[in-house]
Nanobody, 115 residues
């Protein structure tokens, strides 16, 4: 029923910034958490950031204070502000929304950090 679409991925130089967004095709009820994952070529998908229904946030160690997750629960949107990007941040970034009724995933947006 629900479709998630990520946007904002781009080619940026090291030290640059990007703002990723995730839009749902319709409002999602009962959201437990909204998350951003990434998958580096040849590696397993890993959690980047998560914001729980109550507002608690969690970041992967490699974020090192460089990223910030936010949300608009009314519109069922989530954002990931990424600053001080490094080449090792290059990956496909995925949005995920967790509800008691099931989890929803987007198709990903490519982030490439290169000089």
């Amino acid at each position: 029923q629900v479709q998630l679409v990520e946007s904002g991925g781009d080619l940026v130089q090291p030290g640059g910034s990007l703002r990723l967004s995730c839009a749902a095709s319709r409002s999602i009820s009962g959201i437990r958490s909204m998350s951003w994952y990434r998958q580096v070529a040849g590696l397993e998908r890993e959690l980047v950031a998560r914001i729980a229904g109550g507002g608690d946030v969690r970041y992967a160690d490699f974020v090192e204070g460089r990223f910030r997750i936010s949300r608009d629960k009314t519109l069922s949107r989530t954002f990931l502000q990424m600053d001080s990007l490094k080449p090792e941040d290059t990956a496909v970034y995925y949005c995920s929304v967790s509800t008691p009724w099931g989890d929803y995933w987007g198709q990903g947006t490519q982030v490439t950090v290169s000089s």
